[in-house]
């Protein structure tokens, strides 16, 4: 079946602008996540999403970063007034939650979004 | 805060090799411990999940082991093949399922 589809592929964008990131998880699967990878630092978690649940934005890195999920499936995360270090590759994944105790599953990951910020 | 380290940071094999890739966690308290590969420009593929009530996990030539009790997870990977040649990464899960990662282990298996 398909997997997580991630759009734009590439983003290029200038110091100040605002962008917008979309993630399509895989169909059926409750858990959304947001993370990043930054040249040379390793993948840096910045937000979750279960069910109709309040996301856990404890991986944020500022106020500039939000994100929100229509309808149980969709994800967007926006980036405002983006700065220079914002350039990184920004990854999402999606998994099950499964039993009774909603035990984290196996998370798949799109192929990404490469920001760069000029 | 749980911090993941992989050692090491890169390594080079002939082909045919075994070989123990380690990860060490500082929170024993962690859910799963999931092992992913990383190709160049590439998204990650998931290899292995192991939850924190098992010990260790198999698939083909690949065989991980996770114990909570030193913080220490490895992947073993029997006879090398130069396609095995990638970035590893291995992460700590916590109650939400939110990763936390290492910076990596780069594998470069020589023909």
């Known amino acids: 079946g398909a997997g997580v589809s991630q759009s734009p592929s590439n983003k290029v964008t200038e110091k100040g602008k605002d962008v917008e990131l979309r993630c399509d998880p895989i169909?059926?699967?409750?858990?959304l996540y947001w993370y990043r990878q930054s040249l040379g630092q390793g993948l840096e978690f910045l937000i979750y999403?279960?069910?109709?649940?309040?996301?856990?934005k404890s991986g944020l890195p500022s106020d500039r970063f939000s994100a929100e999920r229509t309808g149980g499936s969709v994800s967007t995360l926006t980036i405002q007034r983006t700065q220079q270090e914002d350039s990184a590759v920004y990854l999402c994944?999606?998994?099950?939650?499964?039993?009774?105790?909603?035990?984290?599953?196996?998370?798949?990951f799109g192929p990404g979004t490469r920001l760069t910020v000029l | 805060k749980q911090e993941v380290t992989q050692i090491p940071a890169a390594l080079s094999v002939p082909e045919g090799e075994n070989l123990v890739l380690n990860c060490s966690f500082t929170?024993?308290?962690?859910?799963?411990l999931q092992w992913f590969r990383q190709d160049p420009g590439k998204g990650l593929t998931s290899l292995l999940l192991?939850?924190?009530?098992?010990r260790e996990q198999t698939s083909g030539r690949l065989n991980a082991s996770l114990d909570k009790s030193s913080g220490r997870s490895t992947l073993y990977i029997a006879a090398s093949q130069p396609g095995d040649s990638a970035t590893y990464l291995c992460?700590?899960?916590?109650?939400?399922?939110?990763?936390?990662f290492g910076k990596g282990t780069k594998l470069s298996v020589k023909p």
């Open positions: 992460a700590g899960g916590g109650s939400q399922g939110n990763l936390i």
């Open positions: 994944a999606s998994s099950l939650r499964v039993g009774l105790t909603l035990t984290p599953d196996t998370q798949y």
């Open positions: 929170d024993s308290a962690i859910y799963n």
């Open positions: 169909s059926g699967h409750t858990a």
């Open positions: 192991i939850q924190s009530s098992q």
């Open positions: 999403f279960q069910g109709n649940s309040a996301p856990d």
